[in-house]
């Protein structure tokens, strides 16, 4: 059975926690809004079950998107070459932080 690379996390900017996708580990971790391009929903079928059954590509429990885990990039589905937002973090312990505020898109910030 394979470990699960992809999980939801609340990260804390400011006063608003931003539901945010953290996927892989260790030196390959990347970190990317939780909402899907198409329509802005949260990207999960059930809770930290983000991944299609290959398990190769993040996606989109409403219409199937499929995202590239390492970029974000939409490679198909309703949103082909739109991509996930990619969040500026850091990882103390094993808490992720954002790193510049000013980085995430005006709806994230709110």
């Not at 996606?59 to 939409?74: I, K, R, S, Y």
């Not at 070459?81 to 980085?103: K, N, Y």
Request: charged share 25%; with cysteine.
């Amino acid at each position: 059975m394979q470990e699960n690379l992809a999980c939801a996390r609340d990260i804390r900017v400011g006063d608003r926690e931003i539901p945010c996708v953290v996927y892989g580990r260790g030196s390959e971790l990347r970190v990317f809004l939780n909402s899907c391009p198409h329509t802005g929903v949260r990207l999960e079928w059930r809770p930290d079950d983000f991944l299609d059954a290959s398990g190769r590509y993040l996606q989109c429990a409403m219409h199937g998107a499929q995202f590239e885990p390492g970029n974000g990039l939409c490679v198909d589905g309703p949103c082909v070459e739109q991509s996930l937002v990619s969040i500026p973090f850091e990882v103390c312990g094993d808490e992720v932080f954002v790193i510049d505020a000013q980085q995430l898109p005006k709806s994230a910030r709110r």
